[in-house]
């Protein structure tokens, strides 16, 4: 009998297939790896159902520290937004995912290892090309994607087979994350519909506006409102909850997938989209011209590797490198001020600020030039512009 471990999240596909795949004869073991998704309750939930459909074992596999440490630390290093929308919250899970389950797989000496993705999507490439990288010896198999399943035959499959559970098409479909919430629904397969308020798992409950500081240490996060934090996963939630309640942080991400189709979805990053952007108005304080732009083409292509499954690319190390390097002054507090759907970044306090300096104040004091040398500098400036429009000139072009 072959060991198959199976990503689980107690929904319908993986469900139907821990069903399946027993029935196929082989010995299937369930684990669900958690990036932060998941509280203590959830969990005892999903590995309930798990025990239900008869697998042989289940494991719950926590790498939400090692998803912080190894991404998002770096996303917020790179101030990554898709299309300067999407904070990639589910897409950058998926990885840490996947390498959490095939890892797993590898100790407990699986045959196999099997997800439920669909052939419609970007996960079934995440996970199959970490597998394949990781683990090229073990098998993957993905029976909903190869077997082209529609949802009532899963359902009856499972029914027929003795596990019966509450599998009521939700009118939206949410994925859950330390980075941010992923909303799904018939609005957001059409390109002029949004998500309407019910939508969004959090609801707004605040109206008064309020004031909220955030303070770095070398660009990551480590405190909320005068409050130390050295556990930056608790530092993450704690904005979360407090953007969340204005209802901070939606929008629809429209993008090109892995596999060349357009993708629209909705989401919710409170979290996310708060603390970039107060790290983005920190850094431009802090660093200068140059190591913004360039941190700026890093922070682009390190998002979109992240998001088309390239994280084990050894250049992901490299830009991870110049990413790091360049927070070593990104030292101060950031403060915003929160009301319903929207928020404002006020300034910020840092020992690291280069407007403070002793050559000049801009628009008011120079300290550090004089009248005469701003002439000459602009003189030398244009030469390459009066040369090119002398030559236009000379030759009838203008």
Known sequence: MKKVLLAFSGGLDTSFCAMYLKEQGYEV?????????????????????????????????????????????????????RNGTYPISVSSERIFQAIAIIEYAKKIGADAVAHGSTGAGNDQVRFDLTFQI??????????????????????????EHGYVADFKKLEYSINKGLWGTSVGGKETLKSNETLPEE???????????????????????????????????????????????YGIGRDM???????G??????????????IINAHKMLEKHTLTKWQQYWKDQIGTWYGMFLH?????????????????????NVTGRVIINLRPYSY???????????MRSDF???????????????????????NQMKIYHNVQKRNGKE
């Open 199 to 245: 939508a969004y798992p959090s609801q707004v409950t605040k109206k008064e506006e309020s004031q909220m500081t955030i303070d770095f240490v070398n660009g990551e996060i480590a405190g909320v409102n005068g409050k130390k934090y050295d556990d930056k996963i608790a530092a993450i939630n704690e904005v979360n909850r407090l953007g969340s309640e």
């Open 308 to 328: 088309e499954a390239q994280y084990l690319e050894p250049v992901m190390r490299d830009m991870e490198a110049m990413l790091e390097s360049s927070q070593r």
């Open 253 to 259: 991400h429209i993008g090109d997938t892995i596999i």
């Open 134 to 159: 990781l683990a090229p010896e073990i098998e993957i198999i993905t029976p909903t994607r190869d077997m082209e399943l529609t949802r009532d035959y899963e359902i009856n499959y499972l029914k």
């Open 344 to 354: 404002t970044l006020v300034g910020v306090e840092t020992d690291f600020d280069l």
């Open 29 to 81: 073991h369930t684990a669900l790896a958690n990036t932060g998704g998941f509280d203590a309750e959830e969990l005892k939930v999903i590995e309930e159902k798990a025990k239900k459909l008869g697998v042989a074992s289940h494991a719950s596999l926590d790498v939400t520290k090692d998803y912080y440490n190894k991404s998002i630390k770096y996303m917020v290093f790179g101030n990554v937004l």
């Open 360 to 382: 000049g104040e801009y628009g008011e004091v120079v300290k550090a030039w004089t009248a005469d040398d701003v002439k000459g500098f602009t003189k030398i400036l244009g």
């Open 261 to 274: 189709i357009k993708g629209r979805v909705g989401f919710e990053a409170a979290g996310a989209i708060l």
